[in-house]
């Protein structure tokens, strides 16, 4: 599931608004906002206390949560995730320049 779709179920779960997120991670409303619209990702540290405080494991790691009789995800976990978020994301943007190089200049 993507992200800011479990963040969007755990604060459905919870009966929290983003405001009670924002206060309670410490950061300005519009951030929570840009996340569960999915306009920007959580990262880092943020990304663990939302996972943790959302208790929204199961959605962001279904096969391990059903491996795992322990909900909190280790902060190792999450970094092996974001790493490869971010090779995607690097992928993606050299595919993109390729693409944008065949294109025919006018």
Same mark, same amino acid.
């Given at each position: 599931m993507e992200i800011h779709k479990a963040l969007l179920v755990g604060m459905n779960r919870k009966n929290l608004?983003? !405001?009670?997120?924002a206060n309670k991670l410490g950061?300005?409303?519009p951030v929570v906002h840009n996340w569960v619209t =999915? %306009?920007?990702?959580?990262? =880092?540290? %943020? &990304?663990v206390n939302l996972i943790n405080f959302l208790e929204?494991?199961?959605?962001?790691?279904?096969?391990k949560f059903a491996e795992?009789?322990?909900?909190h995800v280790?902060? &190792?976990e999450i970094?092996?995730?974001?790493?490869?978020?971010? !090779? &995607?994301r690097e992928t993606v943007e050299k595919m993109q320049k390729q &693409?944008?190089?065949l294109k025919p200049s006018k």
């Open positions: 608004r983003q !405001s009670d997120v950061v300005a409303r =999915g %306009n920007t990702s959580p990262t =880092g540290e %943020n &990304l929204i494991h199961d959605l962001i790691f279904p096969e795992k009789k322990d909900k280790t902060r &190792l970094e092996a995730v974001w790493y490869k978020m971010e !090779s &995607l &693409l944008d190089e």
